[in-house]
């Protein structure tokens, strides 16, 4: 085997990874946030009744249709995609990790906005249930998966800049100087 074959199946084995890892954690994501919508946010917004009585509560209001679909549309979404992601790393050779994590990044970045879109019908229809605001219906649970998207962004846009700082200083040598191998590849 010839070192640039080894480099490319080193390349594939870390792209295939992070492929792998990402994928676990954005339907990692969305499990804990669809747990958050249907059973942790309506039990702590309302405390001394249980699931069947909530869910039952619901129904008789005319609001169990706005619990179910719409959110679990949106936030498998992300799931499905990153697990698209994960089929082409696997099939497709010339995957580096760095796009594969730049891409799971940007799904866990948009997964803020989709757990938001997903939870307010939900809640709207909780708070239509039981008159109240809706803001009760959300958990610490919902600030963790808000600070997992917000660190996300964080690491997609070092990422970013690591790389266009990598680019120009591998594409501008000094002159008479050799070029030099990019970091991140």
């Known amino acids: 085997m010839s070192a640039a074959q080894g480099h490319r199946d080193e390349q594939q084995r870390a792209a295939r990874i992070t492929a792998i890892a990402g994928t676990l954690v954005i339907l990692a994501y969305a499990v804990t946030s669809l747990l958050e919508i249907f059973v942790l946010g309506p039990l702590e917004g309302v405390p001394g009744r249980s699931l069947a009585q909530i869910h039952g ?20 979404v992300g799931g499905l995609a990153a697990v698209a992601v994960m089929s082409v790393t696997f099939v497709h050779r010339r995957m580096t990790w760095l796009s594969v994590a730049l891409t799971h990044l940007g799904l866990l970045v948009l997964g803020a906005p989709a757990l938001a879109m997903a939870s307010f019908g939900p809640g709207m229809a909780l708070a239509d249930t039981y008159g109240s605001s809706g803001a009760e219906f959300h958990t610490v649970l919902t600030d963790l998966l808000y600070g997992v998207s917000g660190a996300a962004l964080l690491a997609f846009l070092v990422l970013c ?3 266009t700082l990598d680019a120009l200083r591998s594409s501008s040598p000094a002159p008479g100087s050799p070029r030099r191998r990019a970091l991140l590849r």
């Open 57 to 76: 509560d619901l129904a008789a209001a005319g609001e169990a249709p706005m619990m179910t679909l719409p959110a679990i549309v949106m936030l498998t």
């Open 161 to 163: 800049a690591i790389l």
